[in-house]
């Protein structure tokens, strides 16, 4: 081949070669990766925003919102601009400006609890998602909310709305030009609670420097119109930060106090905390006894204060008190007088399998279900389990602690609630709730009525004169004097009608001291009816004046919620009272037929040995005279 035709040939080849090559160029970046290279051009022309989505919010059995989404506004510089400066303005200032260039004005969402501290362990709060909620969930944004604790973690999915979106086409110097597409976003679903937050404010407040726990429950249903835990947390402190520095370093403040108070005030003494229930499962393992007919009505026993057994003396609370005796004792006077020697030897009847047996029946042992993560099961110990989990074997001692609830026998103040709730429900067992849509969720136990009649009578007694709970006495003395004139004597009905029936519990727990006591905590249940003890003719529609203050308090609560700074209480007219505003509220939906109170102080280093009746009762007794008026509405009969 001549040297001319070899160049050509070279020339020809690179000429093939650098076509082929644009052509393989073209190819891949027209047909390969045709939409990446297009996506990107786009996503240079077209910016979007996520406009976020309202949670859905807490409602009580009122419709008194229980948590709020609170705006927090800030004015864009240039709005056309992206990623324009923002400066941070109230909702006042946004209001006037939204009013001339609403373009101008953004706003960021933050959960807001109107109660603060109250109600906060069931509620629960918001935060930032972590690390872990990204890697388990890919749905999730940076910038998102999630429940971390209570019914904001329980209903969180819900709870959250879908996010909008607004798509504008921009310029090369990221200006916006047109929008292209809007999209609004979704409010998530809210949620209908049981709770009644006036019962609800006011137990928290009795609780005032005890650590323990208040229930109030529906008799008839097992909802709950109160849980409160103390101490407690103020939610709105963990879920935000403040532009002002003074607030901001007060809430960093509030938040480290939080983690190192030793009393834990993150702890939900209600449904996590477990304790002996002392003298309060008396009332399972009378009707263990009953329903076995290992005791009747007519069983009795001769109490001198203290029962021997070889080297072992069990010794009546009545006994160790005063030195005193009941002498001849049946079941329903030893429910009243909480007699321990009665049910040493009703427990010996029994037997420790059976009254096991029992107390699972009633729910001991596990979680209840109640709509709250974390619940404890508890621990109803038996025979095989101290074998199984001790190596030792169960003696007739230990059977003696088991019938007045001590022992190695655990329980939660929820548990409790249910037990109670069972009994004032005529052995119907409702599972307890939080919200209104899990109604239905009950079982008869199958107990005879008349064994159940007999620990009503019992607990009616106990709050009555000579009982165990002595601040009761004047009260149930009055409904005892006005239902005199009834022929019904039904002691369910009497219950509906008011009297107070009532159980007392002091529950020994740890080692014992130099001189042999142990520290105590103090229970008290109670089941009672207050519809005849509240004056609600004429509530319904002829106060319009307390139906306007009841509007103004909730809207003075959305405001507050709404405010860019500060915790600020919400203001109401001072003479229109809570319990006003309640019995406005009641007139309108109506009050359960009877209602189930369950109190729990716990020992503590200022008073190591709490007692039912001397401090768990008395705040039952503050929270009923509060519903009834403060006052005594018997005297009118």
Known sequence: MSKLNFKLVVVLVAVVSLFSILIIRLFDLQIIRGNYFRNLSDDNRFFSFDLPAERGVFLDRYGIPLSINRRDYYLIDDYKVLFSPQTPISRDEALVQIASQSAQVGYSLKRSY????????????????????????????????????????????????????????????????????????????????????????????????QNGSIVIADADSGEILALASNPSFNANYLNRKYRNDELERERKNEVNQYFSDPRKPFFNRVTSGTYPPGSIFKIVTALAGLETESITEQTTIIDKGFLEVGDYRYKNWFYTQSGGAEGEIGVVRAITRSNDTYFYKAAEFTGSETIAEYARLFGFGKP????????????????????????????????????IG?????????????????????????????????????????????????????????????????????????????LSTEENNDINWQIEQGLVACKTGTAEFGGADEKGNRKTHGWFVAI??????????????????????????????SDEATESAGLAEEEIDENISDHDLWLQHIGEKGLPKKLVFVAMVESDDDDPFKSGSTDAAPLVKE???????????LQNH
């Open 368 to 403: 209840t279900g109640i709509e709250i993560i974390g619940e404890s099961s508890g621990l109803v110990p038996d025979p095989a389990w101290k074998e199984r989990v001790k190596g030792e074997r169960w003696f007739l001692g230990n059977t003696y602690h088991y019938g």
């Open 528 to 557: 009672v009816g207050l519809n005849n003890e509240l004056n609600l003719n004429g509530v319904e529609n002829d106060d319009e004046e307390i139906s306007e203050d009841l509007q103004a308090l909730i809207d003075a609560m």
């Open 406 to 482: 001590q022992g190695d026998l655990l329980v939660t103040p929820m548990q409790i609630t249910q037990l109670v709730q069972s009994v004032a429900n005529r052995g119907e067992l409702c599972q307890s709730t939080l919200v209104t849509d899990s109604k239905g969720r009950c079982r008869n136990l199958g107990f005879n009525q008349e064994n159940i009649n007999l620990v009503l009578k019992g607990m009616v007694g106990a709050c009555s004169t000579g009982g165990t709970a002595s601040v009761f006495y004047p009260y149930n003395q009055k409904v005892a004097e006005r």
């Open 114 to 209: 109107p109660f603060n501290e109250v109600g906060a362990h069931f509620i629960g709060y918001t935060g930032s998602v972590t690390k872990e909620d990204l890697l388990n969930d890919d749905t999730l944004d940076i910038t998102d909310q999630l429940g971390k604790m209570g019914l904001e973690k329980v209903f969180n999915y819900q709870l959250q709305g879908e996010k909008g979106n607004e798509t504008y086409e921009i310029n090369t110097h990221g200006v916006k030009q047109r929008l292209i597409v809007e999209r609004k976003a979704i409010i998530g679903k809210s949620i209908n609670t049981t709770i009644d937050s006036y019962l609800l404010k006011k137990a928290q407040e009795v609780m005032d420097g």
């Open 623 to 633: 929270i009923i005279d509060w519903m009834r008026g403060n006052k005594s509405v």
